[in-house]
């Protein structure tokens, strides 16, 4: 009889480890899709793909999926390293030399190269995965549709500078953070 219970007990503690680590480890699976709102991944999947991890400052880190010339990414911070807190998509349009000007010069040529035109059907290769098309551009922002849902997103044109010298790369950008629903 105390076997029994003895057995009993450690066959009951056993389950509910069980059933503890399972529901620990229940993330989804990564959509790798920028613009939905599933923050809950797992991220141990999204290293264990290969995701890159890039360090954005601050001790945040992005784990991006990068395939040229456009990628999105999971935001981790290392106090929470398994806990998405935001992600997003860049997409590089072009790549620019500026030479070291005054200020003014700089900036007006800044606002030139950010004004220029957008080739639509670029920047649809790199969102139809997504089910997004091009809609409208409005200064620095860019309006994709979603085919399915026909929601509008804003995406940021952004100049940003490289590592190399007076390099500059004009990019299409979306971030959201997991607290931004």
Partial sequence: MIISKSLNLKFKIILISITSLILHSCQDAPTYNPFDQEFDVSIRQVINNGCDTISAGCRYYNLAEQSSPSWMY??????EFYE???????YHMDTFTIMKFEDYYKSNMRNSILNLEI????????????????????????LI???????????R?????????N???????????????
């Fill in 74 to 79: 999971y935001q981790v911070h290392d106090d």
């Fill in 84 to 90: 998405v807190v935001a992600k997003g998509f860049v």
């Fill in 167 to 181: 390099k500059y790369v004009r990019n299409v950008e979306y971030f959201i953070g997991n607290d931004d629903e």
């Fill in 119 to 142: 080739i639509q059907s670029d920047l649809n290769r790199q969102i139809e995965e997504y089910n997004y098309t091009y809609l409208d551009r409005q200064e620095d922002k860019v």
């Fill in 157 to 165: 044109v952004n100049l940003a500078e490289t590592n190399i010298r």
């Fill in 145 to 155: 549709l979603n085919r399915e849902l026909h929601d509008t997103i804003k995406l």
